[in-house]
């Protein structure tokens, strides 16, 4: 079997630059995508856990790590291997109803995650500055519309890349507030499982958080537009002699951007476990402006504004993601063109599409839809569609005749298909739990 094949990469025969030399410049769709999955109803995940259980579930980060991080590469590959994204290979080699159904389930989750993110958005941004919460609402989400649109997408993605930087809020705000080191690594290292309903919940709400479909796409669409872009480059069927510098970059900024997602959900979840678990104020945890607001009393003004403006700033970051996911995807489907590199009257099917999903995601603050079960019916979406795009996702990235030599590695197969699994069993539990809570 091949280098190529079994995915080891030997450092210097790549061409690559050495481990040593900056990091920065190789990173690129892996960290956004990471970044992207801290996003506002992600907070809002990780605060509730950690305000209700404490350091009871610190250890998820470190266990969802290499599933999620192996996930993302599989898909980065995908893309750099054929060119194009998920919604395309799906549209090549499987029938209609099977690429339609998947695209619409995902538009439907990424719509219901807009809402609730540009809700929480607009709350923080009125808990810092006053005024009305829709306000703020379509202000922000007119924000960056208009910046998707208007700004080309080399330059739009380098704004994407230093706005990840914001994430580092959270980890500021554990410093703020005392934090019993030892205990806590104790807790991520050895995890405490409690046999509850509502640890199961929660479980299976943090999985569904670190591990969605709208990432899939994104970063699949985002290694396929760089081949596009970069006259030198091209899909590494056509150019194999590229493939072991690529698959060596797309491994660490993976796991770079994985990494830093999940290390930024575990400082969110210490924070509200050293704060409102402590205090007590678990039950009253359900969007991100509420674990904000509940600091400021118990961690002070520093805690709760360094909180509070990396929900805005987290939310800037992911309503790109949620839209442009969506966008490729319906757009790959009907063979539109897809890129947002193209100016509008290039693409105006696709960015449509784009703006569609946020003027809908905007409008359910005003349609009487709480954002709080907009969240709730995401992650049921989310639930439904990401084990099948899983299964599909390995089934691709076996065959030949999607990716041609250049089938998955050996860990890769390992831990792809230990994800799948792990979120099957998670999505069954979590459609049980909400069966049996809607009785």
């Known amino acids: 079997m091949s280098e190529l094949s079994t995915g080891v990469i030997p450092g210097e025969a790549s061409g690559a630059a050495p481990p040593s030399a900056d990091i920065w410049p190789r990173l690129g769709p892996g960290l956004i995508t990471g970044a992207a999955d801290d996003d506002p109803s992600g907070i809002a995940t990780y605060s509730q856990v950690g305000a209700q259980f404490g350091f009871g579930m610190l250890w998820t980060m470190l266990f969802s790590f290499p599933l999620m991080a192996a996930m993302q590469e599989i898909c980065a590959r995908l893309g750099r291997i054929t060119g194009v994204g998920i919604a395309e290979n799906l549209r090549r080699h ?165 990494g830093f997602s999940n290390l930024v959900a575990f400082f969110i979840i210490l924070t509200t476990a050293v704060t409102l678990h402590v205090a007590g104020g678990g039950g009253e945890i359900k969007t991100a402006a509420d674990a904000a607001k509940a600091l400021q009393p118990l961690a002070g003004n520093l805690a709760f504004g360094l909180f509070a403006l990396g929900i805005i700033g987290t939310g800037m970051l992911a309503i790109p993601v949620l839209a442009g996911s969506a966008a490729y995807a319906v757009s790959e489907s009907f063979r539109w063109h897809a890129s947002l590199e193209r100016k509008p009257r290039q693409a105006p099917k696709f960015y449509g599409v784009l703006a569609a999903a946020i003027v809908i995601g905007t409008s359910l603050n005003f349609v009487g839809i709480d954002p709080i079960r907009a969240l709730y019916w995401s992650a049921v979406v989310n639930g439904v569609v990401s084990v099948p795009l899983m299964l599909m996702l390995m089934l691709m990235s076996m065959k030949k005749a999607v990716v041609g030599k250049f089938t998955l590695p050996a860990y890769l197969r390992i831990l792809g298909w230990a994800a799948t699994g792990i979120m099957l069993i998670a999505s069954v539990g979590f459609m049980a739990s909400a069966i049996h809570g809607a009785r």
């Open 94 to 258: 499987y029938s209609k109803p099977v690429v339609y159904g998947l695209v619409l389930l995902l538009c439907l989750a990424n719509v219901f995650n807009l809402g609730a993110d540009i809700s929480a958005m607009g709350a923080a941004t009125q808990l810092v500055f006053g005024g009305s919460l829709n306000v703020y609402a379509v202000v922000l989400g007119s924000v960056s519309l208009l910046l998707q649109v208007f700004i080309p997408y080399r330059k739009y993605v380098q704004y994407l890349k230093w706005l990840t930087l914001v994430l580092f809020a959270y980890v500021a705000t554990a410093f703020v507030v005392h934090v019993p080191w030892a205990k806590a690594i104790r807790a991520t290292v050895i995890p405490s499982v409690t046999f509850s309903s509502a640890y199961w919940m929660a479980l299976v709400a943090v999985l569904g958080t670190t591990i969605s479909p709208y990432l899939f796409f994104w970063q699949t669409s985002q290694e396929a537009e760089d081949v596009r872009l970069n006259a030198h480059e091209s899909p590494l069927k056509k150019k194999p002699s590229q493939a072991l510098a690529q698959f060596r970059r797309i491994a660490t900024d993976t796991r770079v951007g994985m």
